[in-house]
């Protein structure tokens, strides 16, 4: 595994680059070859628009800037070129060429989304000479049991019964919700009554599609609980399904109060509620939060700017690595690369204002790049590297 | 025509101080001569207040350092002294100045909002040596509806008679909406019924008043729709009337996904919802955005900041500019000036990371200064400079 | 007393270190020592998490930065060796350094919150050579009737009569609510009929515990008004007791118009609303804000940026410092510091790229840190200094 290659000097970015990180939240990379359309859609968290091409934005330009590179190809390649070197390599060698590049260690990754044929964790892991586990995502449990056939009355232990079965397996570290997709945050935040479940369940298992009723989201919420798993849930930014002010994390207040002492909460993305989470964070004693899917949308350009807001109040065991990546494997590579690039401009700065001393900056970059995820997981290499 | 004086070194600040910019939305400015009172009452959104002079403010010192050296005065002129000096030139080589040192090359003028007496489009465009477009705000053309006498059961198509009318004048380029500062954005999306909107035209009718019905406002919105030009809608900042909580343009989600595939938005302002507006513009095809009053409020100094946050994560082809300059043409100056000195060290110091290449700048720079608006707006000039 | 350490250098620094602050909004210092569990909790707003030490925070490292040179230590001490010499010294000696250390020549103290022994104001001023004045809590005195025993019927007078009692006594200057802890501001603007004071006051008395009912919220904030000083509120930033959605002050809006032309709103911390904030003070003649709280928690290393935040369009008669300390004096003295490296660092940037001109600057921060202060609580000193 080669390192990131966002250094760009002194000890901080030394050790960033160098560091292995654990990337907690990921999805695989599509194992076909893309054309130029099948390319920029995943380039964009809206769609592909006639005459508007997804290069023209701001993680077009750090594609180009940052992954053209290990294309062979000079920074800031066209995208004609960028998508014909793409092509002549081959998607398994540019695969390869971003998930080694992208210095991680540890992926956990996100299977309940694969619109595309993807990596498998285990495929991934192979390809990026690193370990993989899995994080199983709760609505697609939920609804595989609505699909397969259950009575309302049945839903919830067969819900129950079926998230039990998936997390059990092995390499399985944590759930997901992607509640904000469904309903947003601003739910009744108390445990759903039976009654209540089997009511919401008559009406969504007749009705069909997504789930999306709030009381089934609040039973997922809750149920998760009982699974004793982390739990990560998306919040902030996604693309056109989400209604932005019901995903503000500080929604879920009333529902954290209420699960206090239980499973620790990893909040997603956050943008452009950094200092929300942030908040949260503080205060919270199982609230973690990363910047993941934000920042190599930003790309390194403003990847500092964003954590110096998600982390103006957090406690350095709080914040995360993830890179979100779906797809695409340069976003495996970028999201790394924006992290490292950002958190070490961030500590660099205050190291040179003498507002840090280079241990606490370097116990700083290995816990939220590391150490912090080892701990949440329960992932091997936690115990040693706590210091 | 000359061009803004914000240029302090390099090849962009080069490029951004020569481009004529669009100014896609603006008022005009005050045709007869203003006393201290006036004058400072122009500068605030908020009221002139006893003992508290608008020149102690960030748009207050942007003026004084800015606009001083249009009057032949020094930088950072004390407000006694800038007073006298704009009386002594008198209003219209004031206006004269500050117009034609925006360089300025259209600007597009929504005339729905004239409390004082104010250039009109013609004399602004003459002024300025520019071309100058007209914006028709519909809250005008329904209450003009309604001074004229109608029926409830006849406003519907009253309404929308007058808006074709409205919009079918030489030089109409797009429709405005302050729905903002009328109910905020937490309405129902959908299309009103034509027995809603006869039952609300009732009400509204018989207690007369601004239009601030939620229904008569949604049905305004979807009549932006059927008219099929662009829609300007004031978001976020301005002045007490808003209720800033409900203004955030995420708020217009449902009624964006209802509207998809019609005609372009664009969400004025934004601050302090920059963000969520680029959230918009990334997944929404036909969502643009301006930070248009804001830049001359926060001034030069912070521009470089508002814009950073802007366009985290926004397609090239969707910032535009604008000065929404009302009054004074000391603002008509000074938003052109704060949006290309921001720009311009934004766009450099990723030149100087190496985070960018100086032709995407210098792209990004002329189509968020003219382009974007020319192909938003369907001017003429558009076509040729697209590349 | 001593200037604050915070000068790095050009003449705003030494201008904002030489000037005496005033903190319009503080709480006294423990005055007990304090062992390693009761030091931690009080360095966080949330609670000390088994296995996180509030140390690995920003404020931690703040501690251990910016306090520890006061205690003889060198900068970035470790947390073990520091509270080791706080304990050698004692707590009056600890006091006695940071009070002094801070600068301040004026407290304003927040009497009202005291789970601990703390410093009486009179004390805290013997303390730091300065001057206190105090601000009364009005849902304390509201606590109190209560408690006292009164009849649904009599509640609303004999609160006004107790608050009358409370302001009138020497030294006080102003009031605060934590309406922001008990309902948020999601409330009906107007002011609560006697009966519904007395049926809210019925339900409270039954059912005891704090003051939460938002009718008497409501009727405490419209008392505030009648009593004529000055409302100091806490929005945004607090402990886990805050819903950070409910307590942005733009929420108050409705209430702001309703009260125009009454007395002076001071917002307290406000992050992450700082830009609402500022929006608020910017159209309302009676607002004024500060960043209070927030800053000390974030450090100096980012007090530049959420002080540029929240100036952004703040009217300079409308910016106030306070510490908002609580409980451990290194926060008033902290507050203080980051306060003048924040300001200073803000303003020596728009000196160096001539935004402002130093007169401009100096007044400015001699306003923020001192004069508004004095202006809005009517504190001696605050004339001759107004210029």
């Known amino acids: 595994m080669t390192a990131g290659t966002g250094t760009t000097g002194g000890p901080v970015h030394e050790a960033l680059a160098a560091l292995e990180l654990v990337d907690h939240h990921c999805h695989g990379a599509v ?4 054309d130029r ?7 964009t968290e809206g769609d592909a628009w006639p005459g508007v091409s997804p290069f023209d934005s701001p993680v077009g330009l750090a594609v180009r800037r940052h992954c053209a590179p290990l294309l062979d190809l000079p920074r800031h390649a066209p995208p004609d070129a960028y998508l014909a070197r793409r092509t002549e390599l081959g998607a398994a060698e540019v695969n390869r060429r971003f998930l080694r590049g992208a210095g991680t260690g540890v992926f ?12 498998a964790p285990a495929e991934l892991a192979r390809t990026a000479d690193a370990t993989a586990y899995e994080v ?3 609505e697609g449990v939920a609804e595989a049991v609505a699909a397969g056939g259950v009575e309302p009355d049945a839903y919830a232990e067969a819900f129950r019964t079926a998230a039990w079965e998936a997390v059990r397996r092995p390499g399985v570290v944590g759930v997901k919700s992607v509640a904000a997709y469904r309903t947003g945050f601003d739910l009744d935040p ?30 997922l919420l809750w149920t998760a609980v009982d699974l004793g798993l982390p739990l990560q849930l998306h919040t902030g930014f996604g693309d056109a399904d989400i209604r932005m002010h019901r995903v503000d994390p500080a929604l879920l207040t009333d529902w954290l109060h209420l699960t206090a002492g239980t499973i620790p909460v990893v909040l997603l993305h956050c943008w452009p509620y950094q200092r929300q989470a942030a908040y949260l964070s503080a205060v919270f004693e199982r609230v973690h939060l990363d910047v993941g899917l934000t920042l190599h949308h930003v790309g390194p350009a403003r990847a500092g700017a964003i954590l110096a807001e998600a982390t ?3 406690p350095f065991r709080k914040l995360l690595y993830s890179s979100d990546a779906y797809g695409v494997a340069e976003f495996h590579h970028l999201g790394a690369l924006a992290f490292r690039q950002g958190l070490a401009e961030l500590l660099q700065a205050r190291l040179d204002a003498d507002e840090l001393a280079l241990p606490d900056a370097l116990r700083l970059a290995r816990w939220a790049g590391r150490d912090n995820a080892r701990r949440v997981y329960r992932l091997p290499g936690g115990a040693m590297d706590d210091g």
């Open 31 to 34: 194992t076909g070859d893309l």
């Open 37 to 43: 359309a099948g390319f920029e859609s995943l380039l």
């Open 108 to 119: 956990c990754v996100d299977t309940g989304y694969a619109p595309h044929p993807v990596t």
């Open 136 to 138: 199983v995502r709760l």
């Open 190 to 219: 108390a445990r759903p009554s039976p009654a209540e479940v089997t009511g919401a369940a008559r009406r969504w298992l007749a009705r069909g599609g997504r789930l999306d009723d709030p009381v089934l989201v609040r039973h």
């Open 312 to 314: 103006e109040i957090t």
